[in-house]
């Protein structure tokens, strides 16, 4: 045997097949279950457990869903409802108008109503409505200054009468003065030319009546009550005098003009107490 292989003795084949280290021995360790292989014992307890898991899991999503349905199926009620009720107040608010309006029109038996209006009017005096040179010149007036109506006196606070009627009662005491020749075509050539005419009314201030039939006056005692500027005043009690404004604007509403300005429908501070102090 030479030299170099008695030194590698170690490899030779004389211990080949046997076994040099000792068998294997050890013991279970818990923790380290979930690390069996398919089909042995600590896999069946694993299994269990994620099934649990998992079965909890599908239960809190399942539950989460029927929130999320719930929740959905109310906000859907709320917006049907809370639509509906808007649209029921909208409704309501806007049929307001029309069922005051309907309601004032079976209560007023002179077919009168009351107009919530914008106007931009210019005054003028009662003698231009002559439907001619004058009228012609107020309508251009009223066109270069885009206003929307013109006004003028019906009754004057001295009890003057400014349009050309036909009254018996004015007739009678003589109460027109300065009135145009045509009021009646006047009064329909303004509306034909987009201008709405205006009324102006004294209710109460009256020196034409007074002084013709003491009956229809403010008295104080037994005579006339004159105020400080030497002026008489119509009954407010007086039912002859009521008629008598109603009449002078069922004549001008039958012209054509709808919009009347009422003023002097107070009396003066030291007789109004005896009487109804106001021209509703």
Known sequence: ?????????????????????????????????????????????????????????????????????VVSSLLIVVLLFGGYTVMDVHMIRQAEPAEKLLNQDN?????????????????TESISLDNSAMLTSVINEVHDTSANSITFDAKRDD??????????????????????????????????????????????KDNVLPSHNKDLA????????????????????????????LDIVRELKGYGVQVFVLYDYNLPSDVSDKYNDGYK
């Open 1 to 69: 045997m030479s030299k170099n292989q008695k030194k590698r003795k170690f490899y030779t084949n004389e211990h080949r097949n046997e076994h040099w280290t000792e068998e294997p021995q050890g013991r279970p360790i818990d923790f380290a279950d979930k690390y069996t292989v398919e089909g042995e014992a600590g896999n069946v307890y694993n299994d269990k457990r994620r099934a649990a898991q998992y079965k909890a899991q599908k239960r809190k999503e399942n539950r989460l869903r029927a929130i999320k349905i």
């Open 159 to 204: 009890g003057t009468i400014g349009y050309r009627s036909s009254l018996a009662t004015i007739d009678t005491y003589g109460a027109m003065s300065n009135v145009g020749s045509d009021s009646i075509g006047s009064i329909k050539r303004l509306i034909e030319n987009d201008i709405m005419p205006v009324a102006r009314i004294c209710c109460y």
């Open 107 to 123: 209560a007023d038996s002179n077919a009168l109503s009351q107009l919530t209006i914008n106007v931009s009017s210019l005054m």
């Open 218 to 245: 403010v008295k104080k005692g037994k005579k006339l009550y004159t105020d400080s500027q030497g002026n008489n005043y119509l009954d407010p009690n007086n039912e002859q005098v009521y008629n008598y404004i």
